[in-house]
């Protein structure tokens, strides 16, 4: 489906159920209890808020109903080394405009080393999967070079990736990179759904911006995101920030 110039797989998801005991987790999110419906309109979207907010749980959730691994990666990824996604999944329903696409990953940058580890597993097993990403084991480089690798080589194809705090891997030049990596993912005819705190990452032209805000999922433009604002009123007023804070 084409909406306005953008490919969009997902159109988003709703939830059916009403909480019988909204003080159970994740109803304890007044953003999961106050969720309706949520549409995704545009190739990127990107899903920001404050620490505890919920944005990685309902990442977490809408990676599930797509039968990605809750820990991270494809479809074709099935372990687990610690049960603790929420049940949320089980109470959203996609709302699907095209399942045509190719490709689908779950970066989640928490659990991205059980990841790696799994890679290198299958690569035991048949002794190709490291050839999907460049060639070489995800645990011989950094952090931020795995991603690099992980998106450069894993991620090329068109399809639909879901990405929670990229930015904790990054550097700003790598960040850049990433800048760069979306664009060819959005020309090749991807969909994208990000959970930031970086400006940087934030910045893609035409992405919709929604904040988590008073428990509810508002849209903002980039420059009146908390996000930039906070970043750019540190750096505009650095000494007197420090100076507040460490007197």
């Known amino acids: 489906m084409n909406i306005n110039g953008q490919n969009i797989f997902l159109k988003g998801v709703r939830n059916e159920h009403i909480p019988q005991k909204p003080e159970d987790y994740p109803f304890t ?3 999961v209890r106050n969720l309706i419906s949520l549409e995704f309109n545009r190739s990127v979207t990107y899903i920001v808020g404050e620490n505890g907010s919920g944005k990685s749980t309902l990442l977490e959730a809408i990676a599930t109903i ?46 991205f080393y059980n990841v790696a580890s799994e890679v290198d597993r299958l690569q ?14 995800l645990h011989e480089q950094s952090h931020g070079e795995s991603f690099i690798s992980l998106v450069m080589n894993r991620l090329r194809n068109r399809g639909l990736y879901i990405f929670d705090e990229p930015e904790a891997a990054l ?8 800048l760069v990596w979306m664009k060819d993912a959005v020309a090749a005819g991807s969909q994208v759904i990000i959970a930031t705190h970086s400006p940087v990452i934030l910045s893609f ?9 008073d428990g509810r999922l508002i849209p903002t433009d980039y420059e009146d995101c908390y996000i930039y604002r906070d970043m750019l009123s540190f750096i505009m007023n650095r000494n007197m920030i420090i100076n507040e804070l460490l007197r």
């Open 124 to 137: 035991m097993e048949d002794g190709r999967m490291l050839d999907s990403y460049g060639g070489r084991s």
């Open 66 to 111: 797509l039968r990605l691994n809750p820990e991270g990666g494809s479809r074709n990824f099935n372990f687990k080394t610690c049960e603790t996604h929420s049940r949320l999944y089980e109470d959203l329903r996609p709302i699907r405009a095209d399942l045509s696409y190719r490709n689908a990953f779950f970066f989640r940058a928490e659990s």
């Open 29 to 31: 999110l007044p953003v």
């Open 205 to 213: 032209p035409d992405a919709e911006i929604l904040v988590i805000d």
């Open 171 to 178: 550097s700003y030049t790598s960040q850049l990179r990433f």
